[in-house]
């Protein structure tokens, strides 16, 4: 297996220290084969466990965490770029590949996979306890976490798709765990299609790059494009668009939004291991992977338009659905999508730092959001804040975490969210005068405008949630230590995960992800851009102020609805602008109902009225010719068989073979004749 | 170890269930358990021996036709007994003598009316030797005679142990019941397509120069362009037919839903893993290379056949409410794939293929085993009245699942490569054929993935999930037995690894195929 190592031989420009990382880099296939192999050690002897398999759910991901971090450090010290591969299996020109890349983007996605894994995976034990499918659920959640870590850590596109499906199955599980329920599973369901539908776009855009470099290894495929190999810049764009489709389906970009929200019918830990690390991040992933292709003119840049106006769409159109939500897990979801739209937007706007920082800090405030809302259910029962209201008190610590979390996403100095907020605003400013255009200049004041959504929303949540009178039924109380911890781990990191990137002072973070074998070509700001920072800020300020206007005084009453009724928008809002309608009128029903049954009925009524037919006017001939032959041979046949006689079987055998004999004998003769005409008049 | 060598270890494979097939007819009827004895044992000596030619087997030289033997056999018309297998036809075999295996084992206490084993299995064993001679033979006689050997046993099987629910069909005057129906369509349908791959067999015969039959010696004249033009075009329309069928192609598969539910559950695996492949396989190993230059002239037309099936398939299935018929279905859009990956002549597309046919038997196999064994308990394939299962009996629930998920072509299970395969060959199929087709062609089968994915997931959704009906409270559901699980194992494992090690099927075809498609269209 050690011959199969293969270092990365690739020229290297910048930074010029990139090392190859040693024996840390070169094991590194065993942060996904880890967690793997638990997870059927899991469904396997889980359930005679002391801790039913959770334990050793707990230990891949402490694993995971561990090396992660380990590596997050040596790449801060020296920047790692390695590569491995060992073939699979060779297929025409083709290699198939398990490979794992170890560079500054796939450790940054190693170390939050594991740490916030580690968090919710120890959140889960006291979430989870109880259900009916412990072990089961402590499985797929391995799965999730493994399936994600085979996504990052490939190092070349046919084993992504392998991750990235996995990904989808694994969600598909967990989403559906309470399959119970057909509601549940029609969510689960959703997911797993429109990701299915946006994979047709993924494997399209696969196999057109795999096919036109020959080699599906990223590294071949960056190589070729930093070389400006001409065949692959032929078919740079559609590729592009293919591979970008894909990745709106794992990322939740409207039009392929759809199945997040939905994907609320899994336990709560599921969703916040889902908007943090896993899953979503996918498709902001491939993009940051595949960044020199669409960011070089050559290439897959006209993408980019596509990809900002996408992202901009989502980060706005969708934050406003989180201001309607009454059920808090929807809020945050539709957050998430609208936080994913910013990312989308940075990696058009051509900054890649800004987008996956956005993506790092993200995961740590979302992931703890997503725990303080399930310690919320878990107290009061209910998804909905209007059975909540009033949980500061009983509730102190999820109250605080929340609030810190809250306040990151809104973007408040000096927490985690602000940074990379400023930095994506600042970077989406830079695209303006610089390519971008008329469409970078809008989509700014739509970013702009997002923030104030974004705190608007948040604002309203925390005061429905913990402010006010309790409205519910249940008694509710704060959470176990083992589910607060983890809460107050991430609201730790989510307050000072921005200091590793502070243009002008600290850019660790910059540093750490330009540990690639080629140059990204993004920008980045080299120091912080003041009036923007403001502006960002004060916005954000804004909609805590204008939350706090309208729902601070009669929180969590029903008449909080009311104030938002506004005409056609309030409509809009609660419908989801109709899209999900949309799609199942115009989709999956007439797929499923009308279009489905006609082509059966064609089947039956058109393709076997012909073979019946056919079969009919054949028989009505070997009446005529053989004088009933043919009826009376069928005849005996349903006689005997009807007849059920212990013989049958001997007797039709012998019978009939010679019935069939005989025919073939005609048969035979018959084309000899057929063939001898055929090579005289040809 | 020296039966290979001497050539008559592959006989061994092919003759094995036959001797079985005799001593099981010896027996008195009475005596079940020696009849069973007596099936498993040769057909597991059939297994053995095909393992131990995988063991043998040169793998520098897959290309190469190994173990054969070239005996005179009817020499009025040059017709020779010439056996041996290749990389494309070493893994259908092994495939074929475990799925023998395997539906004896799983048939050991799961007998359909009416009972009978013996004659059950004498039957069984006929087709073992059948499908095994039409994976080995070199000859277009030899390869015939076992390809319609394989006729007779399951039109009895469908005939006599099938489905006996009478149904109202279109053009019918009476209710007919389901097992006759569909045995006789099944039957003549595949005559129907015989009789012209015969006559294309005897055309390529008679213009050969000296006559032949050999596959090998056809191949060579083939690609020198004897078979060229209008005679060629004629005889690689036959031949279609005779595969088509077979495969099936659509619009010829509606034999293929009928046969299928009707036929007993092992008759059903049997039909779906095998017989299927009998008829791609065809087209591989006789179609290609003795008339390339008509397949490049097909290969648009098969192309776009192949995604209608795909499509059309996938449609029909979400439309089914009877689960064995669904399952059915689902073969005719994956053998859609199959023929895509053919249709694009490159060695992607037809590696695609094989590891396809491969998994297509492992997957589907294993799916009418879970329909027949939930038909067993349930008395029902309604789906509309199933539900629940995986509370029931969560064994098989949690099999089919996984099953269905590999079905839909999930990375990581067998599944995925057949179709990923194919999908990037015909996004670069062979020079000369024409890529507005054959990229159409991708993005179509591409979107025919979805709807595989759609009508699985519906499927586990009504049949594994909710809760189960209260029709179901109090009736003795047991879970998988011994036998069933000693059954699916194998298959379970196979499933898994194909798909995480798919050189397990590539490493025998990669370098057959890249010799045939070198030599047949020199690419």
């Known amino acids: 297996m050690i011959a199969g190592f293969i270092a990365y031989a690739g020229e290297i420009h910048e930074p010029a220290h990139l090392v190859d990382g040693g024996v840390l880099a070169q094991y590194a296939w065993l942060i996904p084969l880890v967690p793997l192999v638990l997870m059927f050690a899991i469904v396997f002897f889980g359930k005679r466990l002391p801790y039913k398999g959770w334990e050793l759910a707990e230990a891949s991901m402490l694993f995971v965490a561990i090396y992660g971090v380990a590596l997050l450090v040596m790449n801060a010290n020296e920047g790692i770029t390695h590569e491995g591969s060992i073939e699979i299996a060779r297929i025409g020109s083709y290699t198939i590949e398990w490979g794992w890349v170890v560079d500054g983007l796939s450790i940054m996605m190693y170390a939050v996979v594991g740490v916030v894994g580690l968090a919710v995976f120890t959140y889960a034990k006291g979430y989870m306890e109880g259900d009916s499918r412990y072990t089961w659920f402590f499985a797929a959640f391995t799965l999730f976490a493994g399936a994600m870590l085979v996504l990052v850590s490939s190092a070349n596109m046919i084993q992504l798709l392998v991750g990235w499906e996995l990904v989808g199955l694994a969600s598909y ?71 970008f489709i894909g990745a709106m389906g794992k990322s939740a970009q409207f039009p392929f939004h759809v199945w997040l929200p939905d994907a609320m019918a899994g336990p709560t830990p599921v969703s916040s291991l889902m908007h943090a690390a896993t899953m979503v991040t996918a498709g902001v992933y491939l993009l940051g992977r595949m960044f020199p292709f669409y960011q070089s003119d050559l290439f897959a840049a006209d993408v980019k338009t596509w990809i900002i106006i996408i992202g901009s769409i989502t980060l706005f159109a969708m934050g406003l659905l989180a201001l309607v939500q ?57 998804n909905n804040m209007s059975d909540m209201g009033g949980l500061r008190k009983p509730m102190p610590w999820t109250y605080r975490t929340f609030l810190a979390g809250s306040l990151a996403l809104a973007g408040i100095f000096p ?103 080629l140059p990204m070509g993004d920008h980045h700001a080299e120091s912080i851009d003041f009036a923007l920072a403001a502006t960002g800020l004060l916005v954000a300020l804004a909609g805590i102020a204008a939350g706090t206007r309208v729902w601070r005084r009669d929180a969590a009453t029903q008449r909080e609805r009311d104030r938002f009724r506004v005409p056609l928008l309030y409509p809009l809002l609660e419908h989801r602008y109709f899209v999900d309608d949309l799609y199942r009128v115009a989709l999956t029903d007439p797929i499923k109902g009308p279009v489905a049954r006609f082509i059966d009925w064609t089947n039956t009524y058109v393709i076997d009225a012909v073979v019946n037919a056919f079969g009919a006017v054949a028989k009505g001939l070997a009446r005529v010719v053989y004088g009933g032959f043919d009826q009376r041979g069928i005849d005996f046949v349903v006689n005997a068989v009807a007849g059920g006689t212990n013989e049958a079987g001997e007797m039709l055998r012998r019978t009939t073979t010679g019935r069939v004999q005989q025919y073939a004998g005609a048969l035979f003769g018959g084309a000899v004749l057929l063939v001898v005409g055929l090579l005289i008049f040809t | 170890m020296e039966m290979f060598d001497g050539g008559w270890g592959l006989s061994l494979i092919v003759f094995l269930p036959l001797v079985g097939a005799g001593l099981v007819l010896l027996l008195p009827k009475r005596q079940e358990s020696a009849a069973k004895a007596i099936a498993l044992l040769f057909t597991l000596g059939s297994l053995g021996a095909s393992v131990l030619a995988v063991v043998r087997f040169d793998f520098d030289a897959t290309e190469q036709f190994q173990f054969g033997t070239d005996l005179s056999w009817i020499s009025a018309i040059g017709s020779r007994y010439h056996i041996g297998i290749d990389g494309i036809s070493m893994p259908l075999l092994v495939l074929s003598t475990l799925m023998t295996v395997l539906a004896i084992v799983y048939s050991w206490n799961h007998w359909p009316e009416p009972h009978n084993p013996k004659a059950f299995l004498v039957l069984l064993l006929l087709l073992a030797t059948g499908m095994n001679g039409t994976f080995v033979a070199l000859d277009l006689v030899l390869f015939f005679i076992f390809f319609e050997l394989v006729l007779l046993p399951m039109y009895f099987m469908i005939g006599i142990w099938g489905d006996r629910t009478k149904i109202r069909l279109p053009g019918f005057r009476r209710e007919v019941e389901t097992r006759l129906y569909a045995s006789i369509k099944f039957f003549l349908f595949t005559l129907f397509g015989s009789a012209f791959m015969l006559l294309g067999f005897l055309a390529l015969y008679f213009k050969s120069d000296p006559h032949t039959f050999d596959m090998a010696r056809l191949a060579e004249a083939g690609q020198m362009g004897l078979f060229d033009g209008t005679f060629g075009a004629w005889v690689f329309a036959a031949l279609f037919l005779g595969f088509a069928v077979k495969v099936p192609m659509w619009p010829l598969h509606t034999w293929l839903p009928d046969a299928h539910t009707a036929a007993p559950t092992v008759g059903s695996v049997l039909l779906a893993a095998i017989l299927l492949k009998l008829g791609s396989y065809g087209f591989i190993r006789i179609s290609l290379p003795i008339l390339p230059q008509q397949a490049q002239d097909w290969a648009p037309v098969i192309a776009v056949l192949a995604v209608i099936a795909i499509i059309y398939g996938s449609l029909a299935c979400l439309a089914q409410t009877d689960l064995k018929r669904l399952i059915a279905f689902s073969s005719v859009g994956h053998m859609g794939f199959v023929m895509l990956g053919i249709s694009t002549l490159t060695d992607v597309g037809i590696n695609a293929a094989v590891i396809g046919m491969v998994a297509h038997g492992v997957i589907t196999g294993m799916l009418f085993f879970l329909a ?96 189960p009906s209260d029709e179901w409270s109090g009736h003795d559901l047991h879970d998988a037995d011994g036998f ?19 050189k397990i099927v590539f490493g025998a075809t990669n370098d057959a195929v890249s010799e045939l498609v070198r030599r047949a269209f020199g690419g």
């Not at chain 1, 989308?344 to 993200?362: C, D, K, P, Q, R």
């Not at chain 1, 985690?416 to 600042?426: P, R, T, V």
């Not at chain 1, 590793?500 to 074998?517: C, I, M």
């Open chain 1, 415 to 517: 927490l985690a969210g602000f940074w990379s907020k400023d930095e994506i605003l600042a970077s989406i400013s830079y695209d303006a005068g610089h390519g971008g255009g008329a469409i970078a200049s809008v989509v700014l004041w739509i970013a702009i405008a997002g923030a104030f959504v974004t705190a608007f929303y948040m604002a309203r949540a925390v005061y429905l949630t913990f402010f006010g009178e309790y409205q519910g039924q249940a008694h509710p109380h704060e959470s176990p230590r083992v589910m607060t911890y983890p809460m107050i781990g991430l609201a730790g990191l989510s307050i000072v995960g921005g200091f590793v990137n502070v243009p002008g002072l600290f850019t660790g973070f910059t540093e750490w992800l330009a540990a690639r074998p």
């Open chain 1, 326 to 382: 009454d059920d808090l897990k929807r809020v945050l979801a539709y957050s998430t999508v609208s936080q994913l739209g910013y990312m989308t937007v940075a990696m058009g706007a051509g900054a890649y730092t800004a987008g996956l920082f956005h993506l790092f800090t993200h995961a740590f405030f979302k992931g703890l959001l997503f725990l303080c809302a399930g310690s919320v259910i878990h107290a009061v029962h209910s």
């Open chain 2, 372 to 467: 027949g064994s939930m038909q067993h308990r349930y008395h029902t394939r309604e789906i509309a009245r199933l539900g629940g299962n995986m509370k029931l009996m969560p064994v098989i629930g949690g099999l089919l699942a996984f099953t269905a998920m590999a079905s839909l072509g999930l990375p990581g299970l067998a599944g995925f490569w057949g179709e990923f395969m194919a999908l990037l060959g015909s996004f670069n199929p062979l020079d000369g054929l024409s890529l507005t087709v054959f990229r159409s062609a991708m993005v179509a089968g591409a979107i025919g993935t979805v709807l595989t994915a759609g009508y699985m997931l519906w499927m586990l959704q009504r049949v594994n999930l909710g809760e």
């Open chain 2, 484 to 502: 069933e699980l000693a059954a699916w194992v194998p298959l379970v494992v196979a499933i898994f690894a194909i798909g995480v090690f798919p």
């Open chain 1, 173 to 243: 599980l967990l989403i559906g765990h309470y399959w119970e329920d057909h509601s549940n599973n029609a969510a689960a369901i959703k997911a797993f299609l429109t990701n299915k539908i946006a994979d047709v776009g993924l494997v399209i855009g696969v196999i057109i790059v795999g096919v036109t470099v020959g080699s599906f290894r990223f590294g071949d495929i960056l190589s070729a494009v930093s070389a400006g190999d001409s065949a692959l810049a032929q078919v740079a764009f559609w590729a592009g668009l293919a591979l």
